[in-house]
């Protein structure tokens, strides 16, 4: 087996693992061996192997005789690379949605084990956005792995991690995340990588990432054709540059407010313009005629901010369009970080599920409705 | 020394032969009509003259006859051994029905004198032979008594026998029983005409007539009409014509209203017109079809119907006018009705004992019906296959609407078993019965104390009679119950099961789902990369993928339904999730069958209903969906399904289901929650079990049980503008 961009995947079904494993490679931008627990203790713990990342699925108990789970498992792994016992590389979870909401759902203990949280069921829709994303934990690993030989003062760490210049640290970024990153970065590469991906990279709050960075501007990415693209040259200076953005295309939300004054020259805040005047201006001013905004059904006057969070989670996914004012806070079973933005939910989605996720208020959902009628 | 000596036989052993060894009046006349059977005639006629003082009963048959010396050596020798050593009759190769030689002495058990006319093909003339069994006293030689045969004139061969002097009253119910003793023998009804062919057996016809002297006025006594027929539920025919084109219809022989001639085919089940037979022609079928309760039938008939039908059951096949064995003879299952019923696939009574019929096929070339050399059954050609899966289609078919028609009675949705108020009945039945008994009791008691000379012993009798007649009527409809509510068990446990096993492993199916997608397109791509340029495969490969993508979103909709939390759970559901689900789940299938399916859904209310199982309101939606989709491929026209949601009040939730099928009679819209009621033919008994489920007219009544199980109601309503046929359902709203 080619051994760049190695990874070792551990489940307890390894036809359907090595069916996975081949989807991911089927471009070779990476190597992936499933391997089952038993096997995968045997390689990683004693250190004779050395993988780019891991990826973990929840269940392993279909195996005969395996008694640890994936959680268990990253959590040995994470002990003996906090030792130097082993080399760090990521452990990303790799699993079913019903697995996950069976052995651990609701419950946030063993997040800070991953890296990155993927379900399988995502593979089949976003295959390459998932390899570049691991690619990019990798990416993140190497980085943070090299940077504690340079002997670089804080302010240098964040700004060559981050890629901003001074003035744009404290406008764009957020002094609690980067205090926290300094300081996990000195512990250990999964320590920050964790923090990076989980509340920075993986997370709107200060980045966005392409599709959100449309609906803010209210254009419809497949309508507009190439004057998408030509648009996206002239937001450069808002994207961001820092660690693993060679894989991540994001852009800085505050950048974007700024760029929406200090360019579009626009009176309103962006957030406050329905989608047709957020196109218009947006049009007048790069002269990008074709830019087409997006409709919410036959309502082209709303003002989209935020995917519904509860569309994303159905199976296939929806990408549903909300106004934070019309949409209800979803409150988070992850620790609280202020940088990032809350998660909302559509109202309509909101009120289906309010009986049955505790993640919503149904007061809360009721209220919202009543005031609707 | 020794001397040898003889056995000597008294006059007297014809009266122990025939008197003794006979025991009842009926068997010995039914050992005559044998003997008719045995000599291959084709009718009999039993005449009663009860009128005059002379009573006499008259047998009298076109068979073969006897000549002079078959008179003295066949009938007038005890134990001859001819029927032992022949088993089957000369000219029509008949198992004979009588073996022991000793049939013809029944006649000393009915009566003092034997006239016997008979004449062989092979005579001129006839012989009468008359016997007075009074002489066959104790004391006398058997070969001295003597027995004398005069010439005749007889026109036809045949025999006739005329036993004068009765010993016995011959009621109604005493001949009666005498036919029904020889009914299996006879051919049950004509269906088609008979073709005239040597030494083919045409068939064996009992006439039991009574002879008035006094009008000079012949009745008929007794029939298989009267003795069978009668009580069936229905009639059902069936016939194939010159072009393959088959027509059936039935006739509920309670109303005498009889369903219009509809074509069929048996693999164009959903289809109002199908196309004709291939291979099939010239088919005619009438068959009598017996739902065995007790309650359906007069009292003390029931149990001689079941008895009957248990014995000759079925449906037999003639060919040509003649009898093809062994179809149709007890155990032989050739439509696989006793299969079917017996695997509980199909819950209305099915099996070969609850129908009573003939099929008749014209195949005079033997082209399409070639019986086997050893002329037990037929080669299987293609006809015969068609014919035995119409034949059952049908059947089965009948059986299911006559189930659905026996459920309007009481209410679908009635929590109580059907067959209670029958017990009901019956129970109160025996209620009047016993205070009949009581009432008899105690008048015969107040006579004997005036010294009365009527005791009303008679009276007390008669209603024992009925006590215990009604308390055997109420003992079978308990036990039916009780077999019928264990099959329902059964079935109910089978269903559970089955979802049961269905929940635990679905989210196994999902990522095994998506593996197996994954290579599969692996696979693929590699193979129409190798094959570039070969349009045709790369049209496959993208068929196959769409239809991959379709059973996905199926399957995935599917496993959702039976995860653990639908399928056990009773809580309050979104209706505005369900129907939006349920479009998700079925979009690919509509495509695929060029549905356009539309829902439409309140803004923010999302409709929580009364804890009710989510898996059960979406089979509700997946049971219209399904019956849509066919009704609009019957249709031909454009497709397209409309579900709505709304709140009409506080307390109530409304689905409307519309689609643009072709809708449903007038005269239907209240029997289609019915259980078993269809209007697509069964399959026959040769189908899977899955086929039979999809037909069986279940699939509305269990919608109807879901959504009254909610104290919730479910209608057809007037078809909502440019649809066809809406269903309106109310739900209670959560409260």
């Known amino acids: 087996m080619n051994r760049a961009n190695y990874w070792i995947f551990i489940d307890d079904k390894l036809d359907e693992a090595n069916s996975f494993a081949d989807k991911l490679m089927e471009h070779g931008e990476i190597t992936i061996e499933a391997m089952l627990p038993s096997d995968g203790r045997d390689c990683l713990l004693s250190s004779s192997v050395h993988p780019l990342g891991v990826l973990m699925d929840v269940n392993l108990s279909d195996v005969k005789g395996e008694l640890g789970t994936g959680p268990g498992f990253a959590q040995d792994i994470r002990v003996k690379q906090r030792s130097k016992e082993i080399p760090e590389y990521p452990v990303v979870r790799f699993s079913g949605k019903d697995p996950v909401k069976q052995k651990i759902g609701g419950d946030p203990t063993s997040n800070d084990l991953f890296d990155l949280m993927i379900y399988k069921e995502e593979v089949k829709y976003s295959r390459d956005s998932i390899v570049r994303m691991l690619n990019g934990v990798s990416d993140i690993y190497s980085w943070l792995g090299k940077f504690q030989d340079e002997k670089l003062d804080n302010s240098q760490l964040i700004q060559k991690s981050f890629g901003l210049s001074e003035p744009f640290v404290s406008g764009w970024g957020h002094d609690d995340f980067f205090k926290k990153f300094v300081t996990s970065a000195k512990v250990g590469p999964h320590v920050a990588s964790s923090l990076l991906l989980r509340t920075f990279l993986d997370k709107t709050g200060l980045l966005i990432d392409e599709l959100l960075l449309a609906v803010r501007l209210g254009i419809d990415i497949e309508k507009s054709g190439d004057a998408w693209f030509d648009l996206l040259g002239r937001l450069q200076t808002v994207k961001y540059r820092g660690v693993g953005s060679d894989y991540f295309d994001r852009w800085w939300a505050r950048g974007l407010d700024d760029w929406w004054y200090s360019e579009v020259k626009a009176t309103d805040a962006l957030v406050s313009c329905d989608v047709v005047s957020r196109v218009e201006q947006i049009a007048n001013w790069s002269g990008l005629t074709t830019l087409i905004s997006l409709k919410d059904g036959e309502v082209s006057t709303f003002r989209p901010w935020y995917f519904c969070q509860l569309g994303l989670e159905q199976e296939p996914p929806q990408r549903i369009l909300i106004d934070p004012r019309n949409a209800i806070k979803i409150s988070t079973f992850d620790d609280f970080y202020p940088w990032v933005d809350s998660a909302y939910a559509s109202l309509k989605l909101a009120a289906q599920f309010a009986k049955e996720d505790p993640r919503l208020d149904s007061d809360e959902v009721d209220c919202l409705i009543r005031a609707k009628e | ?735």
């Open chain 2, 1 to 735: 020394m020794s001397d040898e000596f003889f056995f000597q036989t008294d006059a007297a052993i014809i009266q122990r032969l025939g008197r003794e060894l006979v025991a009842r009046q009926d068997t010995a006349l039914s050992e005559l009509i044998k003997n008719a059977y045995d000599a291959d005639a084709t009718n009999v006629e039993v005449t009663f003259d009860l009128s005059s003082q002379n009573h006499s009963i008259t047998v009298s048959d076109n068979g073969s006859g006897m000549s002079k010396s078959e008179l003295v050596d066949g009938f007038l020798r005890l134990a001859s051994g001819n029927k032992v050593s022949s088993p089957f009759s000369e000219k029509f190769s008949r198992r004979r029905a009588g073996k022991k030689g000793i049939g013809r002495l029944a006649a000393n058990r009915l009566g003092d004198y034997l006239i016997l006319e008979t004449r062989s093909k092979s005579e001129e003339c006839g012989w009468k032979l008359t016997v007075d069994w009074r002489k066959f006293c104790q004391g006398a030689e058997l070969n001295e008594v003597p027995v004398r045969i005069v010439k005749y004139d007889r026109a036809q061969a045949g025999t006739t026998l005329r036993v004068e002097k009765l010993f016995d009253q011959w009621s109604d119910a005493t001949i009666k029983r005498a036919f029904r003793n020889i009914i299996r023998l006879q051919t049950p009804f004509p269906v088609a005409p008979v073709e005239d062919q040597p030494r083919k057996d045409p068939g064996f016809e009992v006439k039991f007539i009574r002879d008035d002297n006094l009008f000079n006025e012949k009745t008929e006594i007794v029939n298989i009409e009267t003795e069978l027929l009668q009580y069936a539920q229905a009639v059902v025919e069936l016939s194939v014509d010159d072009d393959g084109n088959a027509l059936w219809r039935w006739t509920n022989q309670g109303t005498g209203l009889s369903s219009e001639w509809k074509k069929i085919h048996h693999e164009a089940l959903e289809n109002k017109n199908p196309h004709s037979y291939a291979n099939l022609r010239k088919v005619w079928m009438k068959t009598y079809y017996f739902i065995l309760l007790p309650n359906l039938y007069p009292s003390m008939v029931f149990s001689r119907v079941k008895e009957e039908l248990t014995t000759m059951g079925g449906v037999r096949l003639y060919r040509n006018g003649f009898r093809v064995v062994p179809y149709g003879e007890p155990d032989n299952d050739w439509l696989r009705l006793d299969e079917l019923y017996a695997k509980r696939s199909f819950l209305a009574p099915i099996a070969n004992r609850n129908y009573f019929g003939v099929v008749e096929v014209k195949d005079t070339e033997g082209t399409l019906f070639e019986e086997h050399t050893s002329r037990e059954g037929l080669v299987e050609t293609p006809a015969v296959d068609e014919l035995r899966n119409l034949i059952s289609s049908v059947l089965i078919t009948v059986a299911g609407q006559i189930s659905e028609e026996r459920g309007k009675k009481t209410r679908a949705s009635d929590k109580q078993p059907q067959r209670l108020p029958d017990q009901e009945d019956t129970a109160g039945k025996l209620k009047l019965a016993l205070a009949g008994l009581r009432s008899a009791t105690s008048n015969r008691i107040d006579r004997s104390s005036t010294n009365s000379t009527d005791n009303g012993s008679d009276s007390v009798a008669e209603n024992i009679d009925e006590v215990e007649n009604l308390a055997e009527v109420l003992s079978l409809e308990v036990a039916k119950a009780k077999a019928e509510m264990a099959d329902e068990a059964a079935m109910l446990r089978l269903l559970a099961t089955l979802g049961m096993t269905t929940a635990e492993f679905s989210h196994e199916t999902g990522m095994t789902f998506d593996a197996f997608r994954f290579d599969f397109e692996a696979v693929f791509k590699v193979a129409v990369g190798a094959r570039s340029g070969d349009h045709e495969f790369a049209t496959k490969a993208n068929r196959a993928k769409t239809m991959l993508d379709r059973l996905d979103a199926l399957t995935s909709y599917l496993n959702a339904l039976a995860s653990s939390r639908s399928a056990r759970e009773v809580r309050p559901v979104s209706l505005t999730r369900i129907v939006e689900s349920f479009k998700n789940g079925v979009a690919a299938q509509a495509n695929s069958a060029s549905v356009d399916l539309e829902v439409s859904v309140p803004p923010y209310d999302p409709l929580f209903t009364c804890p009710i199982h989510e898996a059960e309101l979406a089979s509700v939606l997946l049971n219209l969906y399904t019956n849509a989709v066919k009704a609009m491929k019957r249709a031909a026209s454009e497709r397209r399904v409309l579900i709505e949601v709304s709140r009409l009040s506080e307390e109530q939730l409304e689905i409307t289901f519309s689609d643009t099928g072709d809708g449903i009679a007038e005269e239907n819209k209240e029997r289609i929650f019915d259980p078993f009621f269809t209007t697509r033919t069964a399959p026959p008994g040769s189908a899977s079990d899955i086929e039979h489920a999809r037909g069986t007219g279940l699939g509305l009544w269990i919608v109807h049980q879901i959504v009254e199980n909610v104290n919730g109601e479910i209608c057809v309503i007037d078809p909502k503008h440019e649809y066809s046929t809406t269903f309106q359902i109310l739900i209670p709203a959560e409260e």
